[in-house]
T-cell receptor
Framework: QKEVEQNSGPLSVPEGAIASLNCTYSDRGSQSFFWYRQYSGKSPELIMFIYSNGDKEDGRFTAQLNKASQYVSLLIRDSQPSDSATYLCAVNPYTDKLIFGTGTRLQVFP | GAGVSQSPSNKVTEKGKDVELRCDPISGHTALYWYRQSLGQGLEFLIYFQGNSAPDKSGLPSDRFSAERTGGSVSTLTIQRTQQEDSAVYLC????????????????FGPGTRLTVL
C-alpha cells in the first residue's frame, strides 16, 4: 500500500464550480498535511497546510482533515481556469520528511 | 528574499557520462532535500541533509547517485555513468528545520534541473 494515495485524474470541473481533491494516507502517526500546486513544467508551490481535525480555510481554498479516516481533502471554490494544475498532497509520517502523493491533475474549463 | 536556486536548468548528456547538479537553499535553512520527478509522475525522494547530521540516503536508486552538502549550504547531486532511465527533473527543496509536526515548517522548492540522457 502506498503511503500517500491520490487519484491521478484528470478531474474536470467547469469554471465557477467547486473542485474537490482527495488524499488518503497509511501512517496513523502522521501529524501534518500539506497541499502543493504544480503547474506544468514548474516546481511545486505550497498552497496550505493543516494539522488539526476539521476544516481550515484560506481564501478560495479549504483543507479538510479527518485523522480517524486517514483522509485529507482540498476544496477549491469558484474554480478558475488558472487553477488548472496538478495538486500534490504531502504527509508527514516522520518528523523530518514529507511523503508526497503522485498528484491529481485538475482541469477547469471555461 | 531569494528562494531556492538550482543549476543548470537544463542538462543534456550522453549515456555513460557523469553529471553534477547544484542546489543553493534558502539562506538559514538547515534541511535540504533532493527529489526526482519523471514525466507525469510524483516526487521520488532521493536524499536528505539536516545540519551536521549524517544524510539520509535511503532514497538513492543506485550507487551511481551521490550527494554532498558543503558548509551546511550548497548541495551537489552527482550521477555517475548516466543511464537513459535517469532522465527526469531533479528538484531540490529546503526548509527551516525539517520539523513538520505542527505545520510550522514546510519545504520550498527550486525550479529544478531537467536532465536528458541520450
Amino acid at each position: 500500500q502506498k503511503e500517500v494515495e491520490q487519484n491521478s485524474g484528470p478531474l474536470s470541473v467547469p469554471e465557477g464550480a467547486i473542485a474537490s481533491l482527495n488524499c488518503t494516507y497509511s501512517d496513523r502517526g502522521s501529524q501534518s498535511f500539506f497541499w502543493y500546486r504544480q503547474y506544468s513544467g514548474k516546481s511545486p508551490e505550497l498552497i496550505m497546510f493543516i494539522y488539526s481535525n476539521g476544516d481550515k480555510e484560506d481564501g478560495r481554498f479549504t483543507a479538510q482533515l479527518n485523522k480517524a479516516s486517514q483522509y485529507v481533502s482540498l476544496l477549491i471554490r469558484d474554480s478558475q481556469p488558472s487553477d488548472s494544475a496538478t495538486y500534490l498532497c504531502a504527509v508527514n509520517p516522520y518528523t523530518d520528511k514529507l511523503i508526497f502523493g503522485t498528484g491529481t491533475r485538475l482541469q477547469v474549463f471555461p | 528574499g531569494a528562494g531556492v536556486s538550482q543549476s543548470p536548468s537544463n542538462k543534456v548528456t550522453e549515456k555513460g557520462k557523469d553529471v553534477e547538479l547544484r542546489c543553493d537553499p534558502i539562506s538559514g535553512h538547515t534541511a535540504l532535500y533532493w527529489y526526482r520527478q519523471s514525466l507525469g509522475q510524483g516526487l521520488e525522494f532521493l536524499i536528505y541533509f539536516q545540519g551536521n547530521s549524517a544524510p539520509d540516503k535511503s532514497g538513492l536508486p543506485s550507487d551511481r547517485f551521490s550527494a554532498e552538502r558543503t558548509g551546511g549550504s550548497v548541495s551537489t547531486l552527482t550521477i555517475q555513468r548516466t543511464q537513459q532511465e535517469d532522465s527526469a527533473v531533479y528538484l531540490c527543496a529546503s526548509s527551516l528545520e525539517g520539523v513538520y509536526t505542527q505545520g510550522d515548517d514546510t519545504q520550498y522548492f527550486g525550479p529544478g534541473t531537467r536532465l536528458t540522457v541520450l
